[in-house]
């Protein structure tokens, strides 16, 4: 077999997706960061159970549970009130798709209230409601304070990789993240990292203590259990 080391590695299921919702192309796999690669593989993975559309439904990208598989659309007047509009719309599509690969990927009851959980609830049995609500408080309140970390991680980076507007549009996404803990947090740090990559900001120390978070995030959605660790 004859390997031409200068075909640059692409996803293309990805990159299509990416082109229908006119985002901002992903660079090369070798301008990405080793942990930014694993979880577009990751995504690349999952987007085959994944039905995709347009919407009119003032949504940048959203993702809904349709077992077996799940259907995404993005809505294309929706315009981002922070972020650069293609870059957002690039890591707001890979955001919806790592969101099917965390609902595989975490041991939960199987109930609905629990679609799209960004947690292992591993409660004993019987299963109860308040078992599953102490499970998910705990964790809710690790997401929150390494989030806010995370916000403080980016208050003291004065670099110049990240300019006003990426430092207003990634406040706006913690925000966002702590508004639904259960559910945003593997898919909001996947999103800001590709946002940050897009913006060539991935040598920044926001870039790096973000990778921090999403490589625990990572990891424990890789094990069967284990609960959120504090960064
Ligand atoms: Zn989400």
Sequence with gaps: MIVNNDVPMRRTAIDRQITACKGAPLPDDDLLDGHLRSLLD?????ISGIEFGEATNGQ???ITAERPGYSSTFDPAYVSATGEPRAFRTSALLHEILHASCDRAYVKPDIQELDFCNFHVVVPAPVTD????????????????NIGKAGKALEADRGR??????????NARFT????LPNVHYDTVLFELLVYLALQNAQASPTFQFLKKL?????DRRGDDSGRIQAI
């Design 42 to 46: 990751e995504a690349a993975s999952a």
């Design 60 to 62: 940048p990208a959203q």
């Design 130 to 145: 308040q078992a599953i609500i102490a499970e998910l408080k705990g964790q809710r309140e690790t997401v929150t304070a």
């Design 161 to 170: 990789l990240i300019s006003d507007t990426t430092r207003a549009h990634l």
């Design 176 to 179: 966002y993240a702590l508004a």
């Design 214 to 218: 999403s490589v625990e995030a990572a």
